[in-house]
């Protein structure tokens, strides 16, 4: 099983450019088939979950096509299935969000139901009860969700929790219904607001995207839509703690600086120097070691969860000590005992992490559990003393695009490797 080998001690230096967000992406090119022409989507980011979309939406009878430069073009027209088959749903939960589209354009969607992962029980519940105040048939039959409606009507929904891919599912189902939807207590993401200006362009009506208050006027049909995916906001946060835990000057380019002011907030506090232009972001530590933070997760505009992986792995190395709570999922902390193997000082306390800065922490091969903890884990192998093996890299393929490619141009010294088992060898025979 592939891995990735850093050998750290290297303060990043330099440019590298941001893709665009997985987050956005995915329910942007499952937003297309609410549509009843073509559709080209650019800024797309080469991830699995990309890969992963296309094959679900080629299966339900799309027709895509892709050029060199990861635009895609996207033709609705043929789709022929509602299903979202089990062996799809397994590998990306976000598949989910087909069931709100294939219901209003086709008035029925048979998807399978999302098991849990790695980070939590992940429920949908608050995306079933959705859909059935907007009038659908909901069951769920041997681990399928049916939803039914000849034709969705528009309620007023107040979501119990905020859920950003629940927002984005309910929201696009509420495009093509008959009457007014209003979604209260909605997710504020800038992956939503994104999501809304698509729909927009395919000429739904949308107001409030990006405030708790969601307003949807249903329209008979909508149409195409050329859209260029915004920057990911998680990758833009995580070079950067990249930096700063190496003590490192780098600048971000293709990034969307406004969209992570709760992350650039707490670099600021570690003692980085922040500087931003429209679409550009730079972080100089001036070879500081980062003072500890204090953190709480929270949906937008607060803390986001899938930046806490990797401020846990930075305070590992911080000045002082530094307490993270995880308020969102309830087991985001797998990354914990893998940073503990090289050294760190971490103590849980429910959903808490203490974590005291130590001095130095010691290469070993770690293993990649979920998503934003490996990318916590490469950060932690940046600046472990010798080489760190990260094991079951399939994880990072998931949401970052040529993230050795990338991290190599900021001087890291990182390699993928065939596996733990073959880099491991190579060092004896050398
Ligand atoms: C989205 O997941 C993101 N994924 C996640 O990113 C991100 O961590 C999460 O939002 C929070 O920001 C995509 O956008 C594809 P939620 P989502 O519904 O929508 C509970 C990454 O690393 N909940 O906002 O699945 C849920 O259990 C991934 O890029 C219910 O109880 O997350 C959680 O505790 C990981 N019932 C909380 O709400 C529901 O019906 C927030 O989850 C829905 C959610």
């Known amino acids: 099983m592939a891995a990735i080998e850093i050998t750290g001690g290297t303060a990043l230096e330099g440019e590298t450019w941001i893709s665009g967000a997985k987050n956005a992406v ?22 699995r979950d ?17 050029d060199e430069q990861m635009n895609i073009e996207i033709d609705p027209r043929g789709i022929h299935s509602c299903e979202a088959p089990y062996e799809l749903v397994k590998t990306m939960r976000a598949s989910i969000l087909v069931l709100g589209p294939l219901v209003a ?33 909901v069951s769920v039959q041997n681990g399928n969700i049916v939803a039914e409606a000849p034709r969705l009507t528009g309620a007023r929904i107040v979501m119990d929790m905020v859920t950003v891919t629940g927002t984005e599912n309910l929201m696009m189902a509420a495009t093509l219904a008959k009457g007014t939807t209003i979604i209260e207590n909605a997710a504020q993401e800038p992956e939503v607001i994104d999501l809304a ?31 260029r995916v915004l920057p990911d906001r998680i990758e833009t946060g995580t070079f950067l703690v990249a930096a700063a835990m190496t003590g490192g000057c780098i600048k971000l380019t293709n990034a969307a600086p406004h969209d992570l002011d709760a992350v650039l907030d707490k670099l600021s506090e570690t003692g980085a120097e922040l500087a931003s232009g429209a679409d550009w972001i730079s972080l100089d530590m001036k070879g500081q070691r980062p003072r500890a933070v204090d953190i709480t997760t929270s949906p937008y505009p607060a803390f986001p969860t899938d930046m806490q992986a990797q401020f846990t792995a930075m305070n ?8 993270i709570t995880e308020t969102v999922f ?11 193997r090289l050294g760190a000082d971490i103590s849980l306390k429910g959903n808490s992490a ?60 990182i390699r993928r490797v065939e596996s733990v088992e073959a880099a491991l060898a190579e060092r004896t025979d050398s």
């Open 26 to 47: 995915l329910p942007i090119l499952v937003a297309s088939i609410l549509g009843d022409e073509p559709s080209r989507i650019g800024n797309v980011p080469h991830l």
């Open 50 to 66: 990309v890969t992963t979309t296309m094959e679900l939406l080629g299966q339900l009878g799309a027709s895509l096509a892709v």
């Open 197 to 227: 200006n698509y729909l927009k362009a395919m000429g739904a009506q949308i107001e409030g995207a990006g405030t708790h208050v969601l307003t949807i006027t249903g329209v008979e049909r909508l149409g195409g839509a050329e859209h």
């Open 316 to 323: 590992t190395i911080a000045e002082g000590t530094g307490i």
């Open 105 to 137: 354009r086709h008035g029925r969607a048979v998807v399978s139901l999302p098991g849990g992962c790695a980070i939590g029980s992940r429920p949908v519940n608050l995306h079933l009860r959705g859909l059935e105040q907007l009038g659908a048939k």
């Open 330 to 340: 309830e087991n985001r902390f797998m990354h914990v005992q893998e940073l503990q």
């Open 354 to 413: 203490v974590i005291r800065g130590v001095d130095v922490l010691h290469g070993a091969p770690i293993m990649a559990t979920d998503l934003r903890a490996s990318a916590g884990l490469v950060l932690a192998g940046l600046v472990a003393r010798g080489k760190t093996l990260v094991d079951r890299v399939y994880h990072i393929d998931r949401g970052y695009e040529l993230i050795e490619e990338k991290l190599g141009q900021l001087g890291a010294r």
